[in-house]
């Protein structure tokens, strides 16, 4: 009797742990994933988005703004002044229909962009901080 039970258990006990073994791949020491196809779909989208939209949000001083025939002109001559006299500072010219806008500085805190400001206000007294999509910081 002793031994029926001792077979028995060991029998249970070895059907019990071939339940729960993997089968093992086709190649020796690999890992085999198995996932949804929408993850491939999501990660390729980050991908997408990271190499196309290289901005943060962020603040920027704007100079200069106009329209009219000589407001190309004059945000041209606005930029190239001001990269004389700042030339650690990147300038913008943006063209949102009808005016010409000059913008400079990428700035991630309203504080750095309010102590440019302060900086500058003496050359451009007309000039003002404007939210704005800034480009990364160099590393």
Not at 15 to 30: D, R
Not at 65 to 77: I, L, P, T
Request: net charge neutral.
């Amino acid at each position: 009797m002793r031994i029926v039970r001792i077979v028995l258990i060991w029998l249970f006990f070895s059907f019990f742990l071939n339940s729960f073994s993997q089968e093992t791949p086709n190649y020796a020491g690999g890992v085999e994933i198995i996932q949804d196809d929408k993850l491939d779909e999501l990660l390729n989208k980050h991908l997408y988005y990271c190499k196309n939209y290289r901005f943060i949000p962020g603040y920027r001083i704007q100079i200069f703004f106009d329209s009219g025939n000589n407001s190309k002109k004059g945000a041209m001559n606005i930029k190239a002044s001001f990269i004389t006299k700042y030339p650690e500072v990147e300038a913008y010219i943006i063209f949102q229909e009808p005016y010409y806008k000059v913008r400079v500085g990428d700035f991630r805190s309203r504080m750095e962009a309010e102590g440019f400001l302060e900086k500058i206000i003496d050359d451009y007294p007309n000039s003002y901080r404007v939210n704005d999509k800034i480009n990364f910081p160099e590393i």
